[in-house]
């Protein structure tokens, strides 16, 4: 079976059977997800990736290219060759099932007033 | 509390200025590294170092600017009047801020030079009798802390990596060493400021300065310079060949379109 990973946060693509750049540039420069906490309490979310030599640099260009506004007061980076991602051939098994249990969905009770985050 | 004299004045006018320049000329200096940075990601990062900068300068040149009026010749000068209308003699940065960048191995061997002067100055500075320059140094010490680490991270790794980054960045300290000396120099008006509470001592930050440097360099692999070449002369205006050709880009749209906006 194909192997996936992340890429680029654009979802899974196949790692095997690619054409790749051995000459070096984009090699030493792998890719990592970027993951950002806006403020406390929230979660860190994935805003996106770059490209960096090692996680030391990852996590600067992180800073420069996605906090430079005011974005977060938190930044994760992975190695997005360590993400293991959901395969696209999978869609129907993993996804589907889910699709006609709305009692899943915590719509039966009532929501107290002032409650935030949920 | 007395009024500070116009001679007093004048003097906090001149730093003020000279810190300003700094960092308004090492800020155009970096800003040339736009689209040409070797990954996107350290575009956007030199970028955003230059703006740190350009906003300290902004503070300084409008202080400047504005103590020069009341308290000085009487004309009230506005930051674009002293960033875009003043000709190379009447500049006062230090010459490492406008020596070329060269390589980004160059480019990275300044900065670490620059940021481990800037970091003990804005430390200083934060207890400056002065307010308003207090003040600039408290925001300036959090972003330059950031340029020190950025520098050295960069020095680090080229030093330390393969044999060509190594050569690069040891050929671009070797030719940006000599310019940073002028920093520690102690004038007639830096001694006076000093005695007033209000400059930053430069002879103190020099040790400061090379125990950084030095131990960057060490981890990096990279050999200290024996050059005891000390070329100086940018606080009192002279200053090196490509410095026209940097004044001529900041300066050409606004004289030749004066009062551009967009």
Not at chain 1, 1 to 16: I, L, Q, Y
Request: hydrophobic share 40%; charged share 20%; aromatic share 8%.
């Amino acid at each position: 079976m194909t192997e996936f990973t992340s890429a680029g946060g654009h979802g899974a693509v196949p790692v095997t059977g690619v054409p790749s750049d051995e000459r070096g540039a984009r090699r030493s420069q792998p890719l990592w997800e970027v993951f950002v906490r806006s403020r406390r309490g929230l979660s860190h979310t994935h805003v996106g990736s770059l490209h960096a030599p090692d996680a030391h640099m990852a996590l600067r260009n992180a800073r420069d290219v996605y906090t430079r506004r005011e974005e977060g007061v938190s930044i994760w980076v992975v190695p997005a060759a360590e993400v293991v991602a959901s395969s696209p051939d999978e869609k129907d098994a993993f996804f589907d099932p889910a699709g006609d249990k709305a009692y899943r969905h915590p719509t039966f009770y009532d929501v107290p007033e002032g409650l935030t985050h949920l | 509390m007395t009024a500070p004299t116009a001679a007093a004045q004048q003097d906090v006018a001149a730093y003020a200025l000279r810190l300003g320049d700094d960092a308004l000329v090492l800020g155009q200096r970096l800003c040339e590294w736009a689209a040409r940075s070797p990954q996107i990601e350290e575009d956007v990062a030199l970028l955003n170092l230059a703006l740190d900068h350009l906003g300290a300068a902004r503070t300084l040149l409008t202080y400047a600017g504005g103590l020069a009026g009341p308290g000085g010749a009487g004309v009230v000068r506005t930051e674009d009047d002293l960033a875009y209308l003043r000709d190379e003699g009447d500049w006062t940065n230090a010459l490492v801020m406008e020596v070329d960048g060269g390589d980004f191995g160059q480019t990275m061997a300044r900065q670490l030079l620059v940021a481990a002067y800037q970091l003990p100055l804005w430390q200083a500075l934060s207890s400056s009798a002065d307010p308003e320059i207090a003040g600039v140094a408290g925001k300036s010490v959090k972003e330059v802390a950031y340029h020190l680490d950025h520098a050295r991270s960069w020095v680090v790794r080229l030093g330390d990596g393969t044999a060509e980054s190594h050569r690069r960045v040891q050929a671009g300290l070797n030719e940006v060493w000599p310019y940073a000396f002028e920093l520690f120099e102690r004038d007639a008006l830096t001694t006076r400021l000093v005695d007033a509470g209000v400059a930053a001592d430069p002879l103190l930050l020099e040790p400061q300065w090379r125990a950084t440097v030095e131990a960057v360099l060490a981890e990096a692999t990279l050999t200290v310079p024996e050059t005891t070449w000390r070329p100086t002369g940018g606080r009192s205006g002279a200053h090196t060949t490509g410095f026209g050709y940097l004044l001529a880009e900041l300066q050409h749209l606004h004289r030749s379109h004066p009062g551009a906006t967009w």
